[in-house]
């Protein structure tokens, strides 16, 4: 089992920057991945972006490619997103998921929420 923390969410101005970051612990030796989505109000769960634990591979999701940047580090079992030049689409809570194979997400975190005003 893995334990995962949110924390850096809250209310920023469109155009301005959140990092989110997400703590593991646990059972990390066996990550395939670690990945952030998002989930709006009154919509689905969304993939927003992810990572590779062992080559740092990241994939993004369309709308957020080239405004949000994800990276982790292996020494803190922590992986980050980077937003900037947010959106008012981009509220939403977002969670953090790690898988041990592609495509399946079997941890995740509480959430955490982010704002963003026009």
């Known amino acids: 089992q893995v334990e995962l923390v949110e924390s850096g969410g809250g209310l920023v101005q469109a155009g301005g920057s959140l990092r989110l970051s997400c703590a593991a612990s646990g059972r990390t030796f066996s990550t395939f991945a670690m990945g952030w989505f998002r989930q709006a109000p009154g919509k689905e769960r969304a993939f927003v972006a992810s990572v590779t634990w062992s080559d740092g591979v990241p994939v993004y999701a369309v709308a957020v490619e080239g405004r949000f940047t994800i990276s982790r580090d292996n020494a803190k079992n922590t992986v980050y997103l980077q937003m900037d030049s947010l959106k008012p689409e981009d509220k939403a809570v977002y969670y953090c998921?790690?898988?041990?194979?592609?495509?399946?997400?079997?941890?995740w975190g509480q959430g955490t929420q982010v704002t963003v005003s026009s």
């Open positions: 998921a790690s898988s041990r194979e592609p495509g399946h997400w079997g941890s």
